[in-house]
């Protein structure tokens, strides 16, 4: 090779990686424009952060839709002709434009629109129509001709888009009543290709990855039969996993995206105990290898507020709990390694890449979002997002859109664009009278695109925790600081720390051997169960209050009644240390005066130490007695199937009772 052909190669530029697209749509204006993002290790220019417009949209589009790997855009226009239009999400060029609705035809209107996977198909779904057509049509979306067409009387937002295509597109899945079609080569006008038969079958799931697929579906319960999650092999046909759930109204599939696991959230509407207005929820995993099921026992009581798998597939975190919720990692294998600790959250986001996270509290929370580092497990910066309604990750996962839009919200309508580490790089509000339709980042592939370490903020200060570097949020300047949080004091408890805090939070922690441990905040004092004892009053603090046995508490008792002087107790310690003083007292004169053991160390039962003999034996017959007239009621149930294990065992003790009971009279 020749010195200039040395010269040149080296000097050729490096592939650089495509822009960073954003859409947005407001009341006088649609457009996608292009983020600027400055190359990785190059300092930031002034134009850092700007959006530069690129291709407009008619402002009365009324559905912006991509398709997964952000090639083509589906958008419906109803004014004045009902349109659907196919374009090229880079060039904003129009591919197709075809009308879903022909004299006579059921689709009138187009009230939901889908991309499959990689834009060839879409999927069109009307309001019920009672027209034998159907009202849910696959089209072409390079020419616009239909494909086929269903009947889909109800439909709601979660079952949406109620056809699903394969990474691939080499097939796709349909449930219907009782039945789940599975189709080949997108022939949908042809017979499927296989059909399995699931009576009451609402929700299907089929797995991402490629062949074998699976299929993951939920009937909910029926009359007196209970609800139903199955896992099946799409080749065979065969039920790898059932799972029978009382009172299970609706659930939510998760599949990891190596198709190996699934994670399946069940929610009732009514909580019969009583602790919420919302229902229960319950998260299960599935292991397709191992072809079993396994319930997820969290370790503090309340609502699933959100799940997210990894992009890697390498586990998946859970948000979950009354407020101040948790926030927990686990492995592939549903074990949980890192606890984030607890906070305002109820939604996980991870970045395309996988390596950053963000937790956040959007609807009825303040909006604020934690900026983690999954690999290093390090808190690399945070941000207000408040009133966030629609959110997304930008494909080379450095920056983060927060958008407040109508109708949800007609005030306050902005788009805001963060850095990873919560810097704020852009932000766009409405002027009055002007709203945000919608606003999100243009998906891409991943692999466009470099996997870059998280850069925490300028002035950083890095701390350890539990072996990892954290960053110092408080000596971190931002762009976007967070508004303090003032709680009023009295006056005469100003300049001193609280004393108390209905909500102490946990924090973040490393989760050794795979199960939760002890808490180290409120929840693990939570599940001690109430106190009765008042704060503040003697022993409030004292371990062994509750541990030691009724005779001592009565020691204790007579040994506070009685009047005894400091000659007596041989003590000068101030009041302060009082108490202990007296435990220490109570201990002498508990001490036998013969060689016996301890009664402090060995405490006996209060009915064998100090009652008498015949007040304990009165005692067990009136504890029988009670036993026995619940037995009687429960004899009075006609329905035993409807009883539990716990009412069952104690029908079945009546006669060992009624042995002790005649022994004891």
Same mark, same amino acid.
């Given at each position: 090779m020749g010195e200039a052909e040395r010269v040149e190669s080296e000097s050729a530029p490096v592939p650089s990686a495509p822009p960073v697209r954003v859409l947005i749509r407001t009341s006088n204006e649609g457009h996608v424009g292009e983020l600027h993002v400055p190359p990785r290790g190059e300092p930031q220019d002034a134009q850092h952060g700007q959006l530069a417009r690129r291709n407009a949209l008619p402002t009365q589009y009324l559905q912006v839709q991509f398709a997964a790997d952000g090639s083509r855009m589906v958008c419906v226009e109803e004014e004045p002709v009902a349109y659907v239009i196919v374009r090229d999400a880079a060039t904003g060029a129009e591919l197709s434009r075809f009308a879903p609705a022909t004299p006579g035809d059921p689709l009138t209107r187009a009230s939901q629109v889908a991309l499959s996977p990689r834009g060839s198909y879409v999927l069109v779904w009307a309001k019920t129509s009672t027209d034998p057509r159907g009202n849910l049509a696959v089209f072409d979306a390079t020419t616009g001709q239909k494909i086929a067409a269903f009947a889909q009387k109800s439909l709601t937002a979660d079952l949406w888009p109620c056809i699903q295509w394969s990474d691939d597109e080499s097939v796709a899945v349909r449930a219907s009543a009782n039945t789940v079609f599975l189709y080949e080569e997108n022939k949908f006008a042809e017979t499927p290709a296989k059909k399995y038969n699931v009576?009451? #079958?609402?929700? #299907?799931?089929? =797995?991402?990855? =490629? #062949?074998?697929?699976?299929?993951?579906?939920f009937v909910p319960a029926i009359r007196d039969q209970p609800s139903k999650l199955m896992l099946i092999d799409c080749d065979s046909g065969e039920t790898l996993v059932t799972r029978s759930t009382f009172r299970a109204e609706s659930t939510a599939f998760l599949w990891a995206p190596s198709g190996k696991a699934l994670l399946a959230i069940i929610s009732t509407?009514? +909580?019969?105990?009583?602790? =919420?207005?919302?229902?229960? =929820?319950?998260?299960?995993?599935?292991?397709?290898?191992k072809r079993t099921d396994t319930r997820v026992q969290l370790p503090k009581d309340g609502p699933i507020h959100d799940i997210a798998w990894a992009p890697d597939g390498r586990g998946?975190?859970?948000?979950?709990?009354?407020?101040?919720? $948790?926030?927990?990692?686990f492995n592939a294998l549903c074990e949980p390694i890192f606890d984030f600790g607890s906070g305002s959250r109820n939604t996980v986001s991870f970045s395309p890449h996988g390596r950053i996270v963000a937790l956040c509290g959007f609807g009825n929370l303040p909006g604020h979002v934690e900026f983690w580092d999954k690999k290093a497990r390090a808190l690399i910066g945070e941000a207000d997002m408040h009133c966030t309604t629609e959110y997304s990750?930008?494909?080379?996962?450095?920056?983060?859109? %927060?958008?407040?839009?109508?109708?949800?919200? $007609?005030? +306050?309508?902005?788009?805001? #664009?963060?850095?990873?580490?919560?810097?704020?790089?852009y932000k766009e509000k409405m002027d009055s009278g002007k709203y945000v339709h919608q606003a999100r980042f243009v998906p891409a592939p991943t692999h466009l695109f470099p996997d870059l370490p998280a850069s925490p903020r300028s002035g950083a200060a890095v701390r350890i925790v539990d072996g990892k570097k954290v960053v110092d949020l408080s000596k971190v300047t931002s762009a976007t600081p967070v508004a303090e949080r003032k709680v009023y004091r009295p006056p005469g408890a100003r300049g001193q720390a609280a004393s108390f805090s209905l909500h102490e939070k946990e924090e973040a922690r490393v989760i050794v051997g795979g199960k939760f441990g002890p808490s180290s905040g409120s929840d693990a004092r939570a599940n001690r169960g109430p106190s009765r004892v008042v704060p503040g009053a003697e022993g409030f603090f004292d371990d062994d209050s509750s541990a030691a046995g009724g005779g001592q508490k009565?020691?204790?008792?007579?040994?506070?009644?009685?009047?005894?002087?400091?000659?007596?107790?041989?003590?000068? %310690?101030?009041a302060s240390s009082a108490s202990a003083n007296r435990t220490g007292n109570d201990a002498k004169k508990a001490e036998p005066e013969s060689g016996e053991a301890d009664a402090s160390v060995h405490p006996e039962p209060a009915s064998a130490a100090d009652e008498p003999e015949e007040v304990s034996k009165e005692k067990r017959i009136k504890a029988l007695k009670k036993k026995l007239r619940q037995i009687e009621t429960l004899e009075l149930v006609t329905d035993k199937s409807s009883l539990n294990e716990e009412q069952v065992a104690k029908l079945q003790s009546k006669l060992a009772l009624l042995e002790e009971l005649r022994a004891l009279e």
């Open positions: 009576p009451g #079958v609402e929700r #299907v799931a089929l =797995s991402p990855g =490629s #062949v074998p697929y699976r299929l993951g579906a509407n009514v +909580d019969t105990s009583g602790k =919420s207005y919302y229902g229960e =929820s319950a998260l299960f995993y599935m292991d397709v290898a998946f975190i859970a948000v979950y709990g009354y407020m101040p919720a $948790r926030t927990t990692l990750w930008s494909p080379c996962s450095r920056y983060f859109l %927060a958008a407040t839009t109508f109708p949800r919200l $007609r005030v +306050d309508n902005c788009v805001s #664009v963060f850095k990873s580490n919560g810097e704020l790089v009565k020691k204790r008792s007579k040994s506070r009644n009685k009047k005894t002087t400091p000659a007596e107790t041989g003590s000068t %310690a101030p």
